[in-house]
């Protein structure tokens, strides 16, 4: 279906006249007054289709050859008895409307029950049509189909009524997206025949339709509507753009020259001589295409006008196009890209390319499969009836009409949208969200370590990763490993990441009101929200500060308290020259012993000793750092081993994420291991991240491993180790 942009004053197409190109044939559009006249005369004989469905029989057996279309018949004469003596605004028989949208939609190639409940659409809200009859009549599909796009009555829900009806919408959708089918094609045909409403209504549903409309067209792949849809929008809210847009297509127009047709001669001639069968085809830009790319390129040239649609009939014949096309003419490397191998999230498939002539024209081409194209038109309605299959696939899918059925063409940002709108508390919320929802039209994929994978929208962080993998139990997320390193939940994840998300197991735990600013989808702002509404802290109730600003205040001032004294407290225990009974130097038994603290070994390690001033040994763990530095300063390492004391002293770094409790909770662990606390620092959060140094004293160094992994199960601890104390450069005395 070809894209025409309307003036909304008077209804009627408005693009310019171009040069005819090889393209192909397409239906001209259906003039609605006949239709009209011909939808007065009522039903046709016994046998016959009514001469007013006519071009929609036509259409129809284009796609179903061998459709039934008795429910059509019956379906318009029920839709034509019921709406007759209705009129539209613009002067014409109410039936013209639902027969239109019917039209546009059997040019997509929808099937048959789809028709069927369009032409139904606005019989339940419009007359004295019941659900139950259409049920009756029709079966449970087009019943629920038809419910689906029914409106919600204003004199029930009020200022609600339009997000409360979108709501509904989008919920039938998500069981039958043939739901949004039908609304797409009656919002084309409605703002088509915008012209006989009052300027500013005009612009209320244009809004409506660039907010909501055109981005679900575009997710659900319907192109041949958006297109459309987009244009009638632009003549609308930007005129004097539109204008200019109208100019520069009528100049290029009465151009003597067309570069793109010279290109695609160029292109049959190198396929003819390659032996590919393919349809080479000019394919105009619609308005507001034109538009993007003057603002982007400024000046226009011939062949920015369009682009070249190459078809041919197998995906391997796609790359051999593409083969032929970068041998035989100047590519565009940087313009290359492969949407066959990795489709888009609404189901499109092409290869993109571009190639250049010597004057500095570039071409961009499209690469498809008849069927690719078909899906790139339109979409889900392409797909035809989503419940069709084997007998034993409609015998599971059979469900009582009552009862949820889940329409197997759901993509993944319909089940999320859906996901979140139940948790939307008011029809505001809901409204103002689905159009910031909707705004997020690029799609990343992020991989689970066990292999699974996310659907975000891009500009989505780990914030959003977590709400998305685990619902409201989120809110017990303390960090994140992104490709394998500890990442900040604010991080900004890339399509083809791995995400591992780190989890406490406290049902308790609390988001931080800090996630609503890195939180991008809707999913993750409406739970953390709700949490928040939920759980209203005194100082918010008193007008303080925020209470997880106070938290975070206080925890920083404790921990500075708290890093103070414990560095005096280390100083005082450092100072102390620390035994080493449990070493023995080989070749000198009698001589002092000290542990360095640096690397602070235990029983098992292995070690090796510098004697230093005073005959004492210095004993360090041989991957010490500092061990690799003497060796090169020349200092003569002194062989020592452990002797029959098991017990130790050892100091460990413990890395966390902030949270109520967690020291109590780290020393109680390591308390129930038997570790003796000799010194602790706490140094203060930074990024939500705690880092806590002990030194304890083991009765035994065997509970050393013991102690770590207590010490790791703790929750918001994600890594305990062994301290790496950094010392200066020196070779002065260990």
């Not at 151009?255 to 000019?282: K, N, W, Y």
């Not at 800090?514 to 509404?533: D, G, S, V």
């Not at 500060?545 to 450092?574: C, F, I, L, N, Q």
């Amino acid at each position: 279906m070809s894209a025409e942009a309307t003036n909304p004053a008077t209804p009627g197409p408005v693009v310019p006249a171009v040069p005819a190109t090889p393209r192909r044939r397409s239906r001209p559009r259906i003039d609605l007054r006949r239709l009209g006249r011909a939808a007065l005369l009522g039903p046709a004989s016994r046998g016959r289709l009514p001469d007013a469905i006519g071009h929609v029989v036509e259409a129809h057996r284009a796609h179903y050859p061998d459709a039934d279309l008795q429910p059509l018949h019956r379906a318009y004469v029920l839709a034509e008895s019921s709406h007759r003596g209705q009129m539209r605004k613009s002067g014409e028989p109410y039936i013209t409307h639902p027969l239109a949208v019917t039209l546009i939609l059997a040019e997509l190639g929808a099937e048959t029950t789809t028709l069927t409940a369009s032409l139904l659409h606005d019989t339940v809200e419009d007359t004295d049509v019941t659900l139950d009859q259409v049920g009756e009549q029709f079966g449970a599909e087009v019943r629920y189909i038809v419910d689906g796009v029914t409106k919600l009555e204003k004199v029930d829900y009020g200022a609600a009524a339009e997000p409360e009806t979108f709501r509904k919408m989008l919920v039938a959708t998500g069981n039958d997206v043939r739901v949004m089918s039908i609304k797409l094609a009656d919002r084309l045909h409605n703002m088509r025949t915008l012209g006989v409403m009052r300027p500013e209504k005009q612009e209320r549903i244009a809004k409506v339709t660039r907010d909501v409309l055109i981005p679900l067209a575009e997710r659900l792949g319907v192109q041949a509507l958006k297109t459309e849809l987009e244009d009638l929008v632009f003549a609308i809210l930007h005129p004097e753009e539109y204008e200019h847009t109208r100019e520069l297509i009528v100049d290029n127009a009465s151009r003597a020259d067309d570069p793109l047709a010279e290109f695609s001669d160029e292109m049959r001639a190198v396929l003819r001589d390659a032996d590919i069968q393919a349809e080479v085809l000019i394919r105009p830009r619609h308005f507001v295409s034109v538009h993007r790319v003057s603002r982007k390129r400024g000046r226009m040239r011939g062949a920015d006008f369009g682009r070249l649609l190459v078809l041919v009939n197998e995906d391997a014949d796609c790359y051999a196009v593409l083969g032929e096309l970068h041998t035989c003419m100047t590519p565009v490397v940087s313009e290359f890209k492969d949407f066959i191998a990795v489709p888009k999230f609404n189901l499109y498939q092409s290869l993109h390319t571009a190639v250049a002539r010597e004057d500095g024209q570039v071409a961009e081409v499209l690469i498809r499969t008849h069927q690719m194209h078909k899906v790139a038109e339109a979409g889900v309605v392409a797909l035809g009836n989503p419940y069709t299959g084997t007998a034993e696939e409609q015998t599971r899918q059979r469900v009582p009409a009552d009862e949820e059925r889940v329409d197997p063409t759901r993509p993944g940002w319909l089940s999320r949208l859906l996901d979140w709108q139940e948790g939307a508390p008011d029809p505001d919320t809901f409204w103002s969200t689905l159009r910031e929802d909707l705004a997020q039209d690029r799609e990343i994929t992020v991989f689970r370590p066990d292999g699974g994978t996310l659907g975000l929208p891009e500009g989505a962080t780990c914030v959003d990763a977590a709400y998305e993998q685990y619902g409201e139990d989120a809110h017990a997320c303390m960090g994140a490993r992104v490709n394998g390193r500890l990442a900040t939940l604010s991080t900004v994840l890339r399509d083809g990441d791995t995400v591992q998300l780190l989890m406490g197991q406290d049902p308790a735990s609390e988001p931080s009101r800090e996630w609503l600013e890195h939180a991008h989808t809707p999913a993750a702002r409406i739970a953390i929200q709700r949490w928040l509404a939920t759980h209203p802290t005194p100082a918010e109730h008193e007008g303080s500060v925020p209470a997880a600003d106070a938290e975070a205040s206080g925890t920083a001032k404790a921990a500075e308290a708290t890093a103070r004294s414990a560095a005096d407290a280390t100083m005082a225990v450092e100072s102390v020259p620390r035994p080493g009974a449990a070493i023995t130097v080989v070749d000198r038994p009698e001589a002092s012993v000290r542990l360095a603290g640096c690397c602070t070994p235990v029983p098992l390690d292995e070690v090796t000793g510098f004697a230093v001033r005073g005959g004492v040994v210095t004993v360090h763990r041989a991957e010490c750092a500092a061990v690799a530095r003497m060796v090169d300063a020349g200092r003569e390492e002194v062989e020592v081993s452990w002797g029959d004391t098991t017990g130790c002293r050892v100091t460990l770094v413990a890395e966390s994420f902030g949270r109520p409790h967690l020291l109590a909770d780290l020393t109680e662990a390591m308390a129930l291991e038997g570790a003796e606390i000799v010194s602790a620092t706490v140094e203060p959060p930074s990024q939500q991240r705690v880092r806590h140094t002990y030194t304890v004293r083991l009765p035994d160094a065997a509970h050393l491993p013991t102690l770590i992994r207590a010490m790791r199960n703790v929750p918001g601890v994600y890594d305990v180790g062994r301290a790496q104390h950094h010392a200066p450069a020196s070779t002065g005395p260990a």
